[in-house]
């Protein structure tokens, strides 16, 4: 019977692909237009990316159904999301079906080969690869008339940016900083080529060890290696996603030996433990990105004041 079901419903859905084919396939692959109009009613959205409910979120749009990485929907969200369907990450074409969306924004470089598959349920917008996440932002704006709302957005990431940057330069001056991300099977210290240390080096001027190999956005780090990037702070996270255990074990046996408990910050109590699954798009949105701001300058705050 489960096996029947299963066909059966696989059928249903084809069959309604094929049904709403006549508006869709025949038009070419849509992208952002600057030109577009603010909506005047609310555009039932599909959302096919981890980052987009953060984007979605500071535009001020509750989308129908939107991907995500963890079991919920990011906190900083304020609960906004919570009776939003979740897509899981990756395609879910039957997800996305019984939403009956208006409008589908998914990204070009994972999802454009599904681009046909889509453009037969609902229109479709593939936003452009995109280094910066205020570039992103923008495009999502444009695809759904919320232009001021992104510009808006990112005015507001940069004054709290500006100020988060001045508490710590008088907190801490030109010390010098690593951020030491844990990972169930390795270890990396991260440079400002990449996006969340580029945050906390270039955005938040936090001074990174003279060691640091400069074109390098990430080095992965045994405890050894670690010694040769002596700073006074060390930010430090245990990113182990819902299930941090190997991650968490990678810590606890690193904190027991002799050469973590002779490193420089350590000695002098200033490794600051932050980050969660909620850092799960730091750096990659303004809303993800100012929660891990806030982390850490709160726990800087909090121990060097």
């Not at 500071?58 to 919570?82: I, M, Q, R």
């Not at 005015?155 to 951020?179: H, M, N, P, S, W």
């Not at 433990?273 to 929660?291: I, P």
């Amino acid at each position: 019977m489960k096996h029947s079901n299963k066909w059966f419903g696989l059928g249903m859905i084809l069959t309604l692909l094929l049904a709403t084919a006549c508006a869709w396939t025949n038009g070419e692959k849509a992208e952002p237009n600057a030109g577009t109009e603010p909506q005047t009613q609310a555009q039932r959205v599909v959302a096919t990316s981890v980052t987009y409910p953060d984007f979605l979120y500071v535009l001020g749009v509750t989308p129908v159904a939107a991907e995500n990485y963890h079991s919920d929907y990011p906190d900083y969200l304020e609960g906004k999301f919570d009776s939003v369907p979740k897509l899981g990450n990756g395609s879910n074409m039957e997800g996305i079906l019984a939403t009956d969306p208006d409008i589908i924004i998914a990204p070009k470089w994972r999802d454009e080969k599904l681009y046909d598959q889509y453009a037969k349920i609902a229109k479709t917008v593939l936003l452009p690869d995109r280094d910066n996440w205020r570039d992103e932002l923008k495009d999502m704006g444009e695809a759904l008339g919320k232009q001021k709302e992104a510009e808006q957005a990112i005015q507001d990431y940069d004054k709290k940016i500006a100020t988060a940057r001045d508490e710590l330069k008088a907190l801490v001056g030109d010390e010098t900083f690593i951020y030491l991300r844990i990972m169930p099977k390795e270890s990396y210290v991260m440079g400002e080529l990449s996006n969340r240390g580029m945050v906390i080096h270039k955005e938040l001027g936090l001074k990174t060890v003279a060691a640091y190999p400069k074109n390098e956005g990430s080095v992965p780090v045994s405890l050894e290696l670690l010694t040769e990037y002596q700073a006074d702070h060390i930010i430090l996270q245990i990113d182990g996603g819902d299930d941090n255990t190997n991650a968490q074990k990678l810590y606890d046996e690193m904190k027991e030996s002799n050469i973590w408990k002779g490193m420089k910050a350590v000695k002098e109590d200033q490794v600051y433990l932050v980050g969660d699954k909620e850092w799960m798009n730091f750096g990659y949105s303004s809303v993800a990105t100012l929660n891990a701001v806030e982390d850490i300058v709160s726990v800087i705050r909090e121990r060097n004041h």
